[in-house]
């Protein structure tokens, strides 16, 4: 079992937390659930950036590379809108929360549209079926911050 | 006059051309209208992306900094959003066509969030005069996406 | 004490492991102590560029933001430099090593850079505090990769 | 011939110039023949990074595809720095000299490897040799600021 998963850490079954948490706590404007829930959504979208990014890469290395060029673009443009969107729930200051529900909103579909990507070749590449799931990770991260 | 304005030039009223459309010209699968209008908005996003990181860091230095904080903040989240959204735009790949119409809805969102933050600053702060202004245009390059 | 740092887990004294270094270690290529050193690099790359979009947020809205000027554009500068390299450090097919080795030696010279401004702010600014300690790890990963 | 590069406008053999240069002129701090040089770095940047983009892309619809693995590397990481070295050349405000001369000196370095291994390609296809000429152009850009 992955370490970030073992049953005696406080984090168990989530991501570990990341620096950001304290500073964003830190923040000279009173924070409360709403922010709590775009923390979060920051966390998974940097943990599924960074996966979209080594996912693209593994398999622009695999043997079958011509049936992957699928998931090598989506997990392309998975990483970009999952980089911008955890920028965007990080930031505190004077939000415009159209804008914000906008990115997060597009987030959601862009880790929707390469879950189902990546799942099409879960069986035999199992990057891709560790990529599907941090990709509902976050959109299920996305869909918290929506609900408000 | 700025000189892409002028008005002996082909590409007059609009940005000059990027190198990119030439690449994108080039790739293997057949184009056509609808990646005419996405290689538009790509460029678009990058004029955008580029004018607002320009803007942000030109408020940073303002004397009345204080009164910025906004404008600063709506400027870093479309340079963020544009640049995603520029890489997508020039994609041709294979694409996803909710996540490419969700992203570039996104953007059009932030880019009018931002145009209107500048707006209130234009009359004493000319660079967020500009910045509303392309913002507008990159707006337009996005609906025009959006209206296939 | 920060939950990623308690002593009761794997991971103590560590940023808690990312999802992409799962995927890495899939890789179709083989491994080895260099791409240990390029994963370390590049989770601390990430940690680092969110924590650094973290603190120039919140000192963007502290009553002393005049003088914090420096603290933001450095921050933003760290936050671009680390996550280019996160993806570059996490990327394994066919490395060029000379653009590798260039951009990490571009992220250490970065996070020192960004460190000793933080330091200056980090007696009242609990933020800037520890910003400047994940500038330090983030450096003190680069200089590992370096030293091969 | 390309329209940018038509013998009747002013920016007759380069990039057609981008809205962030009229924003940065109206930087509140003074300018000068450095601002000049970091300004059409960050031009040149923001042209070789949506090119870099586009000509990974173009190579992952190509047939030969598996000879193109290396090209895909060399794009991604050179589109990656370069959009982060746009952003640090376009900012005005306090800079650090020391993190701004190692990004441009690592984006020279990176421009210098994709442009080799498109060359590589060029004799067939044409987007991988005009993504090299525009490497090329973008470490030149680099260049300029170095020299001061």
Same mark, same amino acid.
């Given at each position: ?36 829930? @775009? ?5 998974? +979208? $940097? =943990? *599924?950036?960074?996966? %979209?990014? /080594?996912? #693209? ?10 049936? @992957? ?5 989506? +997990? $392309? =443009? *998975?990483?970009?809108? %999952?980089? /911008?969107? #955890? ?62």
């Amino acid at each position: 079992m992955h370490p970030v998963y073992a049953s005696d850490c406080e984090f168990a079954g989530t991501l570990g937390e990341m620096t950001l948490r304290e500073i964003v706590e830190l923040h000279p404007l009173p924070g409360g659930d709403f922010r709590d829930a @775009l923390l979060r959504c920051a966390e998974e +979208c $940097l =943990d *599924c950036g960074g996966s %979209c990014t /080594a996912c #693209a890469d593994a398999s622009l290395s695999e043997s079958d590379l011509a049936e @992957l060029t699928g998931v090598i673009r989506v +997990c $392309l =443009d *998975c990483a970009d809108v %999952c980089e /911008a969107t #955890a920028r965007i729930a990080t930031r505190q200051t004077r939000p415009d929360i159209r804008l914000v529900r906008a990115t997060i909103e597009a987030c959601a579909t862009t880790c929707v549209a390469c879950a189902e990507e990546c799942d099409r070749h879960a069986a035999h590449h199992e990057h891709c079926r560790i990529c599907a799931d941090v990709c509902r990770r976050c959109k299920a991260a996305c869909d918290e911050v929506l609900a408000f």
